[in-house]
């Protein structure tokens, strides 16, 4: 199972909150295995990776945290044939590499634990729509009931 996040318009300026609202919902999957199965798989790598591409990008090009400085640390380096060029390299420290990767990793950490809480509190609500889903095959967002349906149709 998965979920499909279409973009409602070309966005080019995002919040730190949007950001880590995104992240969240990127790490739902991996959450919801650990809810529901215990278990971690690969099923949800793909979207672990861009979580922390995003959560790498607020701390290193957008000065997204607050510790660190108003620092852009790294800028967008242009590749050919898919590899970064020459004269990239890195223009900060062994201690400042160390501390964006702490940061990255608490962003990381904390949209993930927030993932997981959402569905915690929601766990009925989602073990009806599985019920549906299991159904259906394939739901649309007009398609998807309210909650309290769920809770009719189970």
Request: proline share 3%.
């Amino acid at each position: 199972m998965y979920t499909l996040q279409r973009p409602t318009d070309d966005r080019f300026l995002m919040t730190t909150e949007e950001l880590e609202n995104k992240m969240a919902v990127m790490l739902g999957g991996r959450a919801a295995e650990h809810l529901f199965f215990g278990k971690i798989s690969t099923g949800a790598s793909d979207d672990l990776v861009k979580a922390i591409e995003i959560a790498r990008s607020m701390v290193t090009r957008y000065g997204m945290a607050p510790d660190l400085g108003q620092v852009a640390y790294e800028t967008e380096r242009g590749n050919f044939l898919g590899q970064p060029m020459e004269g990239g390299g890195r223009r900060f420290s062994e201690q400042t590499a160390r501390e964006i990767d702490l940061v990255v990793k608490d962003l990381v950490d904390q949209a993930y634990m927030r993932a997981k809480c959402i569905l915690d509190a929601k766990r009925s609500e989602l073990k009806d729509l599985a019920r549906l889903l299991l159904e259906k095959e394939t739901l649309s967002a007009a398609e998807l009931p309210e909650p309290a349906a769920l809770r009719e149709a189970a």
